[in-house]
């Protein structure tokens, strides 16, 4: 439900049986996602509200925080005993968009792909990625994408000191 729908890359099945994502070895770390406040208004008066916006939830920076578990930092919503999220249909972009992120630094936007992710690996180079590449190379061509990445630059992440576990995908023009 997030403020643009978009088509998601890996499996709800490859998800729900990884051990990766929403997982973080420091409680302030920037892989934390963020709720855009375009986001937390939109989620008003859905069934989600109760959950994401009546709870203590987000830090100063608008990251979702984290709880302990399993000997790391858990996203708040992540269920370690079944790998669901419990905000799932609401989640924020950037959830919807990993195993890519949008990295701000030295005045370029641009998108990236983390190739730790275990679907990446197993995917990269063969045509399912790249048709997933070109697709996404055209969802941020949108002008309402657009603005709402120009209207949230803030909630932008410079990933720069990750470059080890990213790949530069393109260039996001004009954000």
Request: proline content about 5%; glycine content about 6%.
């Amino acid at each position: 439900m997030a403020i643009i729908p978009l088509k998601q890359f890996v499996p709800s099945d490859v998800c729900l049986s990884c051990d990766g994502c929403c997982r973080f070895k420091e409680p302030g770390t920037i892989w934390r996602p963020k709720l855009t406040d375009e986001e937390t208004h939109e989620i008003q008066g859905s069934q989600l509200a109760h959950i994401i916006l009546h709870q203590d939830v987000r830090d100063s920076g608008q990251f979702i925080k984290t709880k302990p578990g399993c000997g790391e930092h858990l996203c708040h919503f992540f269920n370690p005993e079944n790998h669901a999220c419990a905000i799932y249909h609401g989640r924020p972009f950037e959830c919807e968009l990993y195993p890519y992120v949008i990295s701000r630094s030295s005045g370029e936007t641009a998108l990236y792909i983390h190739i730790y992710c275990p679907f990446v690996q197993k995917t990269q180079g063969q045509e399912i990625e790249a048709n997933y590449r070109e697709y996404l190379r055209e969802f941020f061509k949108q002008k309402d994408v657009l603005g709402f990445l120009i209207r949230n630059r803030e909630f932008l992440n410079d990933y720069s000191a990750y470059q080890e576990e990213l790949q530069k995908v393109f260039v996001i023009d004009g954000v």
